[in-house]
C-alpha cells in the first residue's frame, strides 16, 4: 500500500453526485469494495475532475481532489490498483 484516505468519510461518498451510472466512478459500490486498475484509473481521473467543477461543498470538493491525486498516482504506475472499501 502506498497511500490511504480515511478522513474524508461521507465526503468522499460518490452516491450524492451526479455520475449518471456512467464511467469507471458509476460502478463504485458504496457497500462492498470496488477495485480499479491504473487502465480505469485514468478515465475515471477525467470524470472526476469534471465532478469537481460542479462540487456542491468545499469539504467535498476536498474530498474529490485527493481522490483525483490518487487515481492520477494509479494511472502513471504501472501495476497499480485503486481499491475503495465499501461501508
Known amino acids: 500500500m502506498l497511500r490511504s484516505s480515511y478522513g474524508y468519510g461521507e465526503g468522499l461518498a460518490l452516491s450524492g453526485l451526479d455520475l449518471h451510472h456512467s464511467g469507471v466512478l458509476g460502478r463504485v459500490d458504496p457497500y462492498g469494495d470496488t477495485v480499479i486498475n491504473e487502465q480505469e484509473a485514468e478515465p475515471a481521473g477525467r470524470q472526476i475532475l469534471a465532478l469537481i467543477e460542479r ?25 497499480s490498483y485503486l481499491w475503495f472499501l465499501g461501508d
Not at 462540487?55 to 501495476?79: I, K, N, V
Open 55 to 79: 462540487c456542491p461543498t468545499e469539504y467535498r470538493r476536498s474530498a474529490l481532489l485527493d481522490l483525483a491525486a490518487m487515481l492520477e498516482a494509479c494511472a502513471t504506475t504501472p501495476g
